[in-house]
């Protein structure tokens, strides 16, 4: 009986795991979300009963470790370098130059590689299981932040055990792999890191600037329960010691980790020759936009190890790669107003109007500032032709205003004392930097609410969205968020773009929810 549940459970485990390499790895889910969560469910429930049987690699156990009262510092192996910047072709070119006069030879084969933004870590695997995850800290001495690590749920707890075919791969060499040291990037989505934000800044919290603040604060996080809840995202792209493992190239890295089941960023680019390179430089200034994470240039690397080691390093960087960078988009145009938003939660936030300036490809009409002090630590005003820039955030800044193109018609801007909406007051809570609005009754408030509650990351309402809770609101058909379980076709018929099709699509989807 006790053997058919162990092996019950190991069988769930094992099928998650190429569940979850599918997903994280190929790129390629085999199974809806609703059958991977029923397999989880299904697991977490035997575990439950037969509690003996849990062990660490289980999928199920990545939040599982009490808050820790810091981290112990993590000293690497080999240490973790950084890199020299180029920030042109020129400059790429001197770089390829270097490379071939010290390897005496003229055909050198690179990899170039987007550079993500976000913070570099470095996993051990001793005999296949997650033993250590640390960030890169000095370079020799990071600190050990094991438990949140395991909470990002593309890093394997355990590595693959290869007895499937590996065409490409000399599959002898695996299934001995004692130690693998993987390295790569902690980083998040813009999307994701967007919602993140907006949520915050509803909460009162300030915002992550951009990806690896986020990266950082959320693996510094003395409460892994906290880490859990950001959509963290990892891809290698480095190795420090292997043991069992030959590797010779950097394609054969990414495709040898990739097997093993460690995710690498499936964009990768072979250049033969510096030119290649400085054309996928210029290629990938114009893809990134439409990358779903934030990559603040490439990196070009030596793709064979043997001249890897002649080439050697200098200084913290090796001579055998370089991050081609591209020079932050800034641009200026002028600040036409701040208006203040009222949130869920009663925040005020400041948001300033923008005369429409394109950066990047994105016309940019709006920028958060965030919260009083931050205007007035920035002597930004109304009126001030302001620098605005998008250089690895998401949300456009304002890095400040351009002093002297000021006239003396700008104006001073102060945070209402009242709501700008329902007119009660506002207070600033003793450690908050956020004022707030504490009438629960602000018609501001309560559509935000309302909004919440019907949309994603809410109750997820199919064809409920801010315009419809904004005509609902203003006809008076609900009043606050349980009002919308008592909505009759009747109310909904003739309101914009609403026929009796909608309507009952709608109602049935509320019905659902
Ligand atoms: S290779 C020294 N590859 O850039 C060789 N680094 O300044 C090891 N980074 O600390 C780094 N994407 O955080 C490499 N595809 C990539 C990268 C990458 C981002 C970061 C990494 C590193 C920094 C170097």
Request: with cysteine.
């Amino acid at each position: 009986m006790r053997q058919d549940i162990k092996e019950t459970i190991e069988r769930l485990r094992e099928e998650i795991r190429r569940h979850n390499y599918a997903y994280y790895v190929l790129d390629s889910p085999r199974v809806s979300d609703a059958e991977y969560d029923e397999l989880f469910r299904r697991l977490e429930q035997l575990e439950r009963e037969h509690p003996e049987l849990i062990t660490p690699d289980s999928p199920t156990q990545r939040v599982g470790a009490a808050p820790s009262d810091g981290f112990p510092t993590a000293v690497h192996a080999i240490p973790m370098l950084s890199l020299a910047n180029a920030f042109s072709e020129n400059e790429l070119r001197d770089f390829d130059r270097r490379v071939r006069k010290l390897l005496d030879r003229d055909d050198v084969t690179y990899v170039a590689e987007p550079k993500l933004d976000g913070l570099s870590v470095e996993l051990i695997y001793e005999n296949g299981i997650l033993v250590r995850g640390s960030t890169r800290g000095d370079g020799v001495n990071g600190e050990d932040v094991t438990a949140n690590l395991r909470t990002v749920r593309s890093i394997p707890l355990r590595l693959r055990s290869i007895n499937s075919s590996t065409p490409a791969l000399d599959e002898a060499r695996f299934v001995e792999a004692r130690l693998v040291e993987a390295r790569g990037e902690v980083f998040i989505n813009k999307g994701d890191l967007r919602r993140l934000n907006e949520e915050r800044e509803k909460n009162g919290l300030p915002p992550f600037a951009n990806p690896r603040n986020l990266a950082a604060g959320s693996l510094r996080q003395l409460d892994p329960h906290v880490t859990a809840t950001r959509p963290l995202r990892f891809y290698a792209y480095d190795y420090g010691r292997l043991e069992g493992i030959e590797v010779s190239s950097q394609i054969k890295l990414l495709d040898t980790l990739a097997t093993l089941g460690i995710p690498t960023n499936p964009l990768r680019h072979i250049c033969h020759g510096i030119e290649q390179a400085i054309s996928f430089y210029h290629e990938f200034q114009r893809m990134r936009a439409d990358l779903p994470y934030e990559a603040d240039g490439i990196v070009i690397k030596v793709n064979d190890f043997a001249s890897r080691e002649k080439l050697g390093t200098v200084s913290r960087s090796p001579r055998w790669a370089i991050a081609g960078k591209y020079p932050a988009q800034q641009g200026v145009t002028k600040l036409k107003d701040i208006v203040v938003q009222v949130g869920r939660t009663g925040v005020l936030t400041p948001v300033a109007i923008l005369e429409p300036l394109r950066l990047r490809g994105v016309e940019i009409t709006h920028a958060t500032l965030h919260n009083e002090d931050e205007i007035v630590r920035k002597d930004i005003r109304i009126g001030d032709m302001v620098i605005v820039q998008r250089a690895g955030e998401v949300i456009p800044q304002i890095v400040g205003p351009v002093i002297e193109r000021r006239d003396g018609s700008e104006k001073e801007f102060v945070m209402p004392t009242t709501c700008p909406v329902c007119g009660s007051d506002v207070v600033r809570l003793p450690g908050e930097v956020a004022r707030r609005c504490l009438n629960v009754s602000c018609p501001a408030r309560i559509k935000e609410s309302i909004v919440h509650f019907v949309c994603k990351g809410g109750f997820d309402i199919d064809g409920f969205g801010v315009k419809l809770v904004e005509q609902l609101l203003a006809r008076g058909k609900i009043s606050r968020v349980s009002d919308i379980f008592h909505l009759m076709r009747d109310n909904l018929i003739g309101l914009d773009r609403m026929g009796p099709k909608s309507a009952d699509n709608l109602l049935r989807a509320i019905e659902h929810a």
